[in-house]
């Protein structure tokens, strides 16, 4: 079946420093591959996506590459700000199927 | 453009209660998904719908859930009796049509479940 494996949590960061989150997924065929973020008090919203391979997806500073090789989707974001603290969640979409699946959620503290 | 709304935000009850949480989707969105997310996993999906027909109900314990989606607009999920394991943040999320791989999914605040 498909899957999402995310790097377990949680990570405190300083202002500025640079982020990585591991995402790998395991799925048939190429799914579309997506990372949203859930804010304090606040519904899931898609930060970024990717629908096929060696595509990236970016937003608010924050990108990932669709590596088919490595099965991977890793979130990076250069310099991080307070108002990034909240918890990610990398997801997949498969062919011909509309539900998403999510790993298990990152969160992420940014202290001043 | 308004998002989804569901209510109650928090709702505590006892085991063996019942319970209901209402979804209103973002307008013309034809496809609404009910997701649990129990602390510490990610959302897990309970029940499709596309206009008021049910595309996937395959993880949904009927035993105890149901859900319902009159005339393809606003949504109710219940539960009847709950246990225990049910306390979980019950996510409501809509899509424009369900038919394309792209398709954003767009997801309210959540109702948060606690069963003492």
């Known amino acids: 079946g498909n899957s999402v494996t995310q790097m377990e949590g949680p990570v405190t960061l300083s202002e500025e420093a640079f982020l990585t989150i591991n995402c790998t997924y395991t799925?048939?065929?190429?799914?579309?591959l997506f990372w949203y973020v859930q804010y304090p008090g606040e519904g899931l919203q898609l930060l970024l996506k990717?629908?096929?391979?060696?595509d990236k997806g970016s937003n608010k500073g924050f990108e990932a590459t669709y590596r088919k090789e490595t099965t991977s989707f890793h979130l990076e974001k250069g310099s991080v700000q307070v108002s990034d603290s909240a918890v990610y969640f990398c997801?997949?979409?498969?062919?011909?199927?509309?539900?998403?699946?999510f790993g298990t959620g990152t969160r992420l503290t940014i202290i001043p | 453009e308004a998002g989804v709304a569901q209510s109650p935000r928090y709702k505590i009850i006892e085991k063996r209660q019942s319970v209901a949480f209402w979804c209103n989707p973002i307008?013309?969105?034809?496809?609404l998904y009910w997701y649990q997310q129990i602390l510490g996993q990610g959302p897990k999906l309970l029940i499709q719908?596309?206009?008021?027909?049910?595309?996937?109900d395959s993880q949904l314990p009927k035993d105890r859930f149901s859900a319902e989606r009159l005339k393809g607009v606003d949504s109710t999920l219940k539960i009847q009796p709950a246990k225990l394991e049910d306390s979980a943040v019950y996510l409501c999320?809509?899509?424009?049509?369900?038919?394309?791989?792209?398709?954003?999914?767009?997801f309210g605040p959540g109702t948060r479940l606690t069963v003492l």
């Open positions: 999320a809509s899509s424009l049509w369900g038919g394309q791989m792209q398709e954003e999914q767009f």
């Open positions: 799925a048939t065929g190429y799914p579309s």
């Open positions: 990717a629908t096929k391979a060696d």
């Open positions: 997801a997949l979409l498969a062919f011909g199927n509309e539900k998403l699946t």
């Open positions: 307008s013309g969105h034809a496809t």
């Open positions: 719908f596309q206009n008021n027909g049910v595309v996937d």
